[in-house]
C-alpha cells in the first residue's frame, strides 16, 4: 500500500507535467507559428518526467516486465489524471479561451469521419491513431533514459504533428473543456479514454511484440 501511495504521487507530479506542457500548447494554438511551437513546447513534459523519474503511464508501460510491474500501472494513470486535474482547474482560470480550443481537440477526437468511402467512428479512428503515439513515446523514453535526448525532442512534435492522440495529455485537454459540454459527452469520452489507452499500450509494446521469441 504504501508503494502504491509512491507511485500515485509521483504520477500526479508527472499528471501535473504533461498538464503544464498541454497548458502551453493550448496557449499557442491558432497563433502565428503556433503548433509549431506549440508542439516544440509540449517536449518540456516528458523531458521533465524522464529527468525526475516520475511515473508517467505512457513512459511506463512499454517497460513493464513483472506482475508487481503491471500492477503499478493501475496508481500510475490514476495519479496521471489526478495532475492533469489540478492543471486543467488552473487552465480554467486562464484569459486565454483555452476551454474553446480543448473543446475542439475532443470534437475533433470524437466526431465520425468518412475515410475511403466508409463512415468509421471517431472514438475507434482516435484509438487506431494512439498506436502511433504509443511507440513513438516509448522510444523517445528508452533513448532518454540513455542520456539520448534528441529523439525525445523530435518525437513528441512528431506524435503532435502526426495526429496520435497520447492518453494522458488527452486528458487534460478533456478536463479543460466547459464542464457542461463534458457532462453532456461523458460515456463517450470514457469510451474514447479507454480506447487511447489501450492504443497507446499497443503502441508501447510493438518493439517487443515483434521481436519477442521464446
Not at 509549431?36 to 517497460?63: D, R, W
Not at 475542439?104 to 498506436?131: F, K, Q, V
Request: one cysteine or more; proline letters at 3%; hydrophobic letters at 50%.
Amino acid at each position: 500500500m504504501k508503494q502504491a501511495f509512491s507511485i500515485f504521487r509521483l504520477g500526479i507530479l508527472a499528471g501535473i507535467a504533461i498538464g503544464i506542457a498541454g497548458f502551453g500548447y493550448l496557449a499557442l494554438k491558432g497563433s502565428p507559428l503556433g503548433d509549431i511551437a506549440g508542439a516544440v513546447v509540449f517536449s518540456f513534459g516528458l523531458a521533465t518526467v524522464v529527468n525526475y523519474q516520475l511515473k508517467l503511464y505512457t513512459g511506463a508501460m512499454g517497460f513493464v516486465k513483472t506482475k508487481e510491474e503491471i500492477a503499478q500501472l493501475l496508481p500510475t494513470i490514476l495519479g496521471n489524471i489526478v495532475g492533469c486535474l489540478l492543471m486543467a482547474l488552473l487552465a480554467k482560470l486562464s484569459p486565454m479561451g483555452l476551454e474553446a480550443k480543448a473543446q475542439a481537440i475532443l470534437e475533433g477526437r470524437l466526431n465520425d469521419s468518412l475515410i475511403n468511402g466508409a463512415l468509421m467512428s471517431g472514438t475507434l479512428r482516435s484509438g487506431l491513431l494512439a498506436i502511433g503515439c504509443g511507440f513513438i513515446m516509448t522510444t523517445a523514453v528508452n533513448f532518454a533514459r540513455q542520456g539520448k535526448w534528441i529523439p525525445l525532442l523530435f518525437g513528441v512534435p512528431m506524435f503532435i504533428f502526426c495526429g496520435f492522440p497520447h492518453c494522458i495529455a488527452d486528458t487534460f485537454y478533456y478536463l479543460c473543456v466547459p464542464w457542461d459540454f463534458l457532462g453532456t459527452h461523458f460515456g463517450s469520452v470514457v469510451l474514447l479514454f479507454c480506447c487511447l489507452v489501450l492504443g497507446n499500450t499497443i503502441g508501447g509494446n510493438l518493439y517487443r511484440l515483434f521481436t519477442w521469441t521464446k
